[in-house]
């Protein structure tokens, strides 16, 4: 991990604070945002923005295996997703690993090495990187291995999964697509036949299972919701066991309720940048327009991130200022993360500059650290630090 940068004072730049762009500086020591002093950096012209916290996604999958058949190392991936992360202005991720009865990438064999290499890259990480668990609610003969994974692990975020239903349909419907998954699986087509036939078969042992898995995730202090809730009665059942984040639900029905229940929506940024769903399913920005959307999530694509606030701020759906709170301070909240995604002093500087003619992220601090720099940006930074030196020298 680099070391924390000296103490700096970040000048002439619009800066979000308390939910407006203003005319601010921002001084930074000892890895979090400070009240005064430091050394100047000029940064007129650019923007600083609390830094992106991303609730799911699941890209990470691409720099493991970029091919269906072509897998390279857990901790490369890893490694290499973190140096993505940085550059996309995200500092605080949970990446969505599948606890599946399918297997291959998305078994208990895949997670736990998932798992493993992100602590095992913990102390030469860019960002904070978490694991959130994509939990099949019909992989109920794996419940108790579950619950000792995430406790060996410090798991903090896990969501219920129920795409059975969806598999089911694709192996009556669409059998070059089920050939496709199994192959993605390491499956021969029957394999994968055989597994989703056990998988139903369990059905009636689900509820208890969800239970349980409820009760052992409040034990531990996990934080968990469901994923794709297809109905109102799907996300009351899971609001009901303690399952409170609506992830993508499917419909408006699905997310009023969640609104009702008073639990928070999340929903995908490529939804917004390509303006609807990839599989159909309600557009974002219709649930954004209605009040029914919290925090904005990378889904399958980092860079959709900060593309969906500026997409967001393009349709006149909200200001930047409010935009960019859905993938920073709107996260940080549901997570009770008190102490990051926002700008202020105490918080963790984890922080982004932007250039607002380009949108482009120039630079990237995640507690106090140079995560990454570019273009100008970096020659101001890198000419302060090297003054300092030679002024220490």
Wanted: aromatic content about 6%.
């Amino acid at each position: 991990m680099p070391d924390h940068l000296p103490p700096l004072r970040l000048t002439g730049a619009k800066t979000l604070i308390d939910g407006q762009l203003a005319d601010s500086c921002v001084c930074i020591a000892g890895g979090v945002i400070a009240s005064s002093g430091g050394a100047e950096v000029d940064l007129s012209g650019y923007l600083i923005l609390p830094g992106i916290i991303d609730l799911h996604g699941d890209g990470f999958e691409h720099h493991i295996r970029p091919r269906p058949t072509a897998a390279f190392p857990v901790s490369a991936g890893i490694a290499s997703y973190d140096r993505e992360a940085a550059a996309q202005g995200v500092t605080t991720l949970w990446l969505a690993q599948g606890w599946s009865w399918e297997g291959g990438h998305r078994g208990p064999e895949m997670a736990e090495a998932v798992l493993q290499a992100v602590a095992d890259h913990r102390p030469l990480a860019l960002t904070d990187q978490r694991v959130q668990l994509r939990v099949e609610t019909h992989f109920v003969e794996a419940v108790p291995r579950l619950l000792q994974v995430a406790n060996h692990f410090g798991l903090d975020y896990a969501i219920f999964n129920d795409h059975l239903d969806d598999g089911e349909q694709m192996r009556r419907v669409q059998p070059e697509a089920f050939s496709l998954w199994a192959r993605k699986l390491g499956l021969a087509g029957h394999e994968l036949e055989a597994r989703l036939a056990a998988a139903k078969a369990g059905a009636r042992a689900v509820p208890r299972s969800l239970c349980t898995l409820a009760q052992g995730f409040d034990r531990l202090g996990i934080r968990f919701g469901s994923h794709d809730d297809p109905n109102a009665e799907t996300r009351e059942f899971y609001s009901m066991i303690g399952a409170r984040i609506a992830e993508f639900p499917l419909n408006r029905r699905a997310a009023a309720a969640a609104r009702a229940m008073g639990d928070p929506i999340l929903m995908g940024a490529p939804n917004v940048v390509r303006g609807g769903s990839q599989s159909g399913n309600i557009a974002a920005v219709d649930l954004i327009r209605e009040g029914l959307c919290d925090a904005l999530v990378s889904d399958y694509h980092l860079p959709a991130l900060p593309l969906a606030a500026w997409r967001l701020a393009d349709l006149g759906l909200c200001n930047l200022a409010r935009a960019w709170e859905m993938i920073s301070a709107a996260p940080a909240r549901i997570m009770g993360l008190s102490d990051r995604g926002r700008i202020a002093p105490g918080q963790r500087a984890d922080l982004v500059i932007m250039n607002p003619e380009t949108r482009t992220i120039c630079a990237t601090f995640c507690g106090g650290r140079l995560a990454f720099a570019s273009g100008d940006v970096a020659l101001r930074l890198m000419g302060k630090h090297a003054v300092m030196r030679l002024a220490a020298e």
